[in-house]
């Protein structure tokens, strides 16, 4: 029991929120949050059900989200994740899920399933370390000879059921500074100088980097002020008028890339403008929310029509609002 308490306080600070305290309080009711999660409940056990396999988006993104509002206090129905977590509990099963070829991707899913574990973790519903060293294992074999991540294409933007290989990169450097930062510390600091290094291409880019190398509890991870102020620039320019975030200057908010800004804006020092751009892209985030609960498919390019990207846009989402500062 000591390791899951000292377990939690590091995955507290390493995952849910850059600047946030180790100690967890509740969020307040709130009618999108409360929509979100009913509709991630029944869309969690709903595919392994009726699909014969578990899918990134569903077993890996949507659980990441409802264990992060269940540690939250603002889950209702903890047995939705019941069958999931049997699942993110076998490692050595994750390459041999069932499901299309055609749209698998092992290295997705190792990522993707290793966050959803630390989440599960944090939320006191995983007890043996040994499981989650195993998945860390796995995930860090991934890791490029450049210290990325890479998901598929490089000049290809990540998308909320993709990620992409910015955002990989980080989400895996905080998964795996919760896990063990001494075991996969020689990892870790190549992925970050990876994200120190790489060249900033999109608002999403941007924000990974902040997630990636922001300051927490843990001290710093090598976010230089230079590097900093470049990834504020970009938000900046990617920002509309009601605070919504683009992926590039030219184009349309997009929920997913104003979800995962709002996540690396908590990254940073609470200062009077990212706390302001932090409100306002939470107030942007809400407003495309549906009356089911979920969000609009971010995809790429804009407009499509897909399961995965709407049930991952709805995870990210979810994320943003039960962990932004203000809420």
Not at 85 to 111: E, I, M, V, Y
Not at 137 to 142: F, K
Not at 249 to 264: G, H, K, N, Y
């Amino acid at each position: 029991m000591r390791w899951t308490r000292r377990f939690a306080l590091a995955a507290a600070a390493a995952l849910a929120s850059c600047g946030a305290p180790a100690k967890v309080e509740k969020a307040p009711r709130d009618i999108e949050i409360d929509r979100a999660v009913s509709l991630l409940e029944d869309a969690v056990p709903s595919w392994p059900r009726e699909n014969a396999c578990f899918s990134c988006h569903n077993s890996g993104d949507a659980a990441r989200a409802l264990f992060a509002a269940e540690r939250r206090g603002v889950s209702r129905a903890s047995d939705s994740l019941t069958t999931t977590l049997a699942w993110l509990q076998r490692p050595d099963d994750w390459d041999h899920t069932k499901g299309d070829p055609a749209f698998s991707n092992r290295t997705l899913a190792r990522l993707q399933f290793t966050a959803a574990l630390v989440a599960a973790a944090a939320a006191g519903r995983l007890f043996d370390q040994g499981t989650l060293l195993r998945a860390g294992d796995l995930a860090a074999a991934l890791q490029a000879a450049d210290g990325s991540f890479s998901i598929g294409a490089d000049d290809v933007i990540g998308s909320p059921a993709t990620w992409g290989a910015s955002l990989a990169t980080a989400v895996t450097c905080r998964s795996l500074e919760a896990i063990d930062a001494g075991r996969f510390g020689e990892t870790i600091e190549r992925a970050r100088a990876w994200l120190r290094a790489a060249p900033i291409r999109s608002s999403l880019d941007a924000s990974a980097v902040i997630l990636g190398l922001g300051p927490g509890r843990g001290g710093s991870r090598g976010l230089t002020a230079s590097r900093r102020d470049e990834c504020l620039g970009w938000l900046e320019r990617c920002r509309s008028d009601d605070g919504g975030i683009s992926p590039y200057p030219t184009s349309a908010p997009e929920a997913f890339d104003t979800a995962v800004a709002i996540l690396a804006l908590q990254c940073l020092e609470p200062l009077p403008r990212s706390l302001e751009w932090e409100r306002s892209a939470r107030e942007d985030l809400r407003a495309p929310q549906e009356l089911d609960g979920g969000w609009p498919a971010t995809t790429r390019p804009r407009g499509g029509v897909s399961y995965a990207q709407s049930i991952s846009t709805t995870a990210w989402s979810l994320l943003a609002l039960l962990t932004s500062r203000g809420n």
